[in-house]
């Protein structure tokens, strides 16, 4: 069974740009994140969904960041304009979402490492 | 502010040794995980453990976890070459979302 899936793997854009990260979750998992991860901040949480439903979006930095989840395979996480404090590995991960508002084991793709010039 | 802390930042040791992490965290919890990252790789599941449970083994792993003094540990006995790695640990607080702490980099020689 695929594990998520992300692209790019990697991302060079220059500054104002428009960046959108893909993500796919594994099949019947029904919560996705996407996290954010640089030296100076380590990782950060930007928003999760659940059943496609965005729940928590308060680590989204600013305006400039926006991500959709129009159907349960699929996520995408948009930057506009993108600035070099952009620049970071972008990671997706899904859980199977426990009921109870239980915490799962979360799954991680492999990142998108993104370079803002 | 992180609600995992991890200790010691850095560890190096040689292979065969036992490596020891430490996380103190700050509320009450659900469960705390740990996960691997390999350098530029996603973040692996290691182990969970519930908050009624006090210890846990999984091949090599060994986790404890004091909810009275909000700490955990992870125990990589017998360590090889291919345990380096940076290695984090994760709350859950009744919610899906899993709050990570700033991670341990393991550093294994042979």
């Known amino acids: 069974d695929a594990g998520v899936i992300q692209s790019p793997r990697h991302e060079v854009t220059e500054m104002g740009q428009e960046v959108t990260l893909r993500c796919k979750p594994i099949s019947g998992h029904n919560s996705l994140f996407w996290y954010r991860q640089t030296m100076m901040r380590g990782l950060e949480l930007l928003i999760y969904f659940n059943n496609n439903v965005p729940i928590d979006d308060s680590g989204m930095p600013e305006d400039r960041f926006s991500a959709k989840m129009p159907n349960a395979s699929f996520s995408t996480l948009k930057i506009q304009p993108s600035e070099p404090r952009d620049s970071a590995v972008y990671f997706c991960?899904?859980?199977?979402?426990?009921?109870?508002?239980?915490?799962?084991?979360?799954?991680f793709g492999p990142g998108t490492r993104l370079t803002v010039l | 502010s992180q609600q995992g802390e991890e200790d010691p930042q850095a560890l190096s040791i040689q292979e065969g040794e036992n490596a020891t992490m430490n996380c103190s965290y700050k509320t009450s919890i659900n469960n705390l995980q740990w996960y691997r990252q390999n350098s530029g790789r996603g973040l692996v599941h290691l182990i969970l453990?519930?908050?009624?449970?006090r210890e846990k083994h999984s091949g090599r792993l060994r986790v404890t976890l004091d909810t009275s003094k909000k700490s955990s540990s992870l125990l990589i006995t017998a360590s090889r070459a291919a345990d380096t790695a940076s290695y984090f640990c994760?709350?859950?607080?009744?919610?899906?979302?899993?709050?990570f702490g700033t991670g341990t980099r393991l550093q294994v020689f042979p």
């Open positions: 453990i519930r908050s009624n449970e």
């Open positions: 991960a899904s859980s199977r979402g426990l009921p109870s508002r239980r915490t799962d084991t979360q799954y």
């Open positions: 994760a709350t859950g607080i009744n919610t899906d979302k899993l709050i």
